[in-house]
């Protein structure tokens, strides 16, 4: 089966680093659980093109070391590979395609396509609905709202990473996950 997976916040914790550089550098004290929708900027008291400047600052300095793997994603991804093609399906702006092909050489040590979309930064791509759509991946990985909506809406299973910006979301195609275990458990029943 092909399987497409998001990158930050489902193969790695990406929000926890985040937040503690911004929280640093910018004199915030946000959280995870405070993040209730999918807009830094309203965490940070600043506009969208200014939340967007600072996540890709954040970009630009984070190693493969600062970014950790979410619990049992690699070895998930592993066990996932060997009978599925796997896609990483990602809103990272392209600019920091190498910074993702080394995080994921350094932590999983073997080749996955990536697959740049357009959600977040809307000029590089085009949607990951119509990414799966076009590529025939029947199910996704996901944690941001709108595009497991935009999905879902499209006959796209997807799997969603419980988090507190997503925790209002219900749709016929979205399954819940907590964790990595649970998400290869619908997987294999899927397949």
């Known amino acids: 089966m092909?399987?497409?997976?998001?990158?930050?916040?489902?193969?790695?914790?990406?929000?926890?680093?985040l937040m503690d550089y911004h929280n640093k550098k910018y004199g915030t004290n946000a959280t995870r659980e405070?993040?209730?929708?999918?807009?830094?900027?309203?965490?940070?008291?600043?506009?969208?093109?200014?939340?967007?400047?600072?996540?890709?600052?954040f970009h630009q300095i984070h190693s493969p070391d600062n970014i950790i793997p979410m619990q049992d994603a690699i070895s998930s991804l592993k066990k996932l590979m060997k009978n599925n093609k796997i896609f990483?399906?990602?809103g990272r702006p392209i600019q920091f395609k190498s910074k993702t092909e080394e995080w994921l050489k350094h932590h999983i040590e073997e080749d996955i396509e990536i697959i740049?979309?357009?959600?977040?930064?809307k000029t590089q791509g085009a949607s990951?609905?119509?990414i799966c759509k076009k590529m025939?991946?029947?199910?996704?990985?996901e944690d941001a709202p709108?595009?497991?909506?935009?999905?879902?809406?499209?006959?796209i299973?997807?799997?969603?990473?419980?988090?507190?910006?997503?925790?209002?979301?219900?749709?016929?195609?979205?399954?819940?996950?907590?964790?990595?275990?649970?998400?290869?458990?619908?997987?294999?029943?899927?397949s």
Request: glycine share 4%; with cysteine.
């Open 146 to 155: 709108t595009t497991a909506m935009d999905c879902a809406d499209q006959g």
């Open 34 to 57: 405070q993040i209730l929708e999918w807009n830094w900027g309203v965490y940070w008291g600043v506009e969208k093109e200014e939340a967007d400047k600072r996540v890709n600052e």
């Open 136 to 141: 025939n991946i029947p199910v996704l990985l």
């Open 116 to 121: 740049f979309a357009g959600e977040w930064h």
């Open 88 to 90: 990483i399906i990602t």
């Open 128 to 130: 990951k609905a119509a």
């Open 157 to 190: 299973k997807v799997i969603l990473f419980n988090n507190p910006w997503n925790n209002k979301l219900k749709h016929e195609n979205i399954i819940r996950v907590n964790n990595w275990k649970e998400a290869v458990k619908i997987i294999k029943s899927m």
């Open 2 to 17: 092909n399987i497409g997976i998001d990158f930050d916040d489902v193969i790695t914790n990406f929000t926890d680093p």
